[in-house]
Structures are given as C-alpha cells and as structure tokens.
C-alpha cells in the first residue's frame, strides 16, 4: 500500500472539524441547501489550497461544489474516486 492510499484512508469523509473549514458564506449555504434534502458528502483538503466543499441531493444523483463565497456549482469539474 502506498503512503498517499494510507493518508486517504486515515482520513474521515467528513472530518470532525468540518464546520470550521466552512468560510461563513459555505455555512450559510450549506444550512440552506439541507432544507432542499442535500447533504455534505465529503470535504477534501488539498494542500495549499482552500478546501473542497462536496454536497449532493437526497437521491444521491447530483453532486455540487459550495464555493467559497456560498455559492453552489451544480456542474463541478472534479474527479470522484470510488
């Protein structure tokens, strides 16, 4: 097994501190858009970057990016592993 397949799976979907990688835009958002049936799916922490913010709808159909500024990208341009 390789270093990067151990770090990803030491690391929880959805980790503990989630709330506070949430600018207060994504939190805003994300309290509204789970009125609508969507849930945080995972939070990736590139480094060097921001972290990537995944929701998807109740049918797990459609996933969606909440953008720093709150905003919801419905047509991401990301790569899902299985």
């Known amino acids: ?7 990803r799976e030491a690391r929880p979907a959805i980790p503990d ?3 506070e990688l949430l ?7 994300l309290r509204r858009i789970e009125n609508f049936g ?5 939070i990736r922490q590139p480094s060097f970057e921001p972290p ?3 929701v998807e709808n ?4 459609n996933i969606g990016v909440l ?3 709150g905003g919801v990208n419905l047509s991401p341009r990301i790569i899902l592993r299985d």
């Open 38 to 42: 969507w849930t945080l799916k995972f």
């Open 17 to 19: 501190n989630a709330l």
């Open 52 to 54: 990537l913010v995944v």
């Open 1 to 7: 097994m390789t270093l990067i397949q151990e770090q």
């Open 58 to 61: 109740s049918t797990g159909v």
């Open 23 to 29: 600018t207060d835009m994504q939190k805003a958002s």
């Open 67 to 69: 953008e720093e500024d």
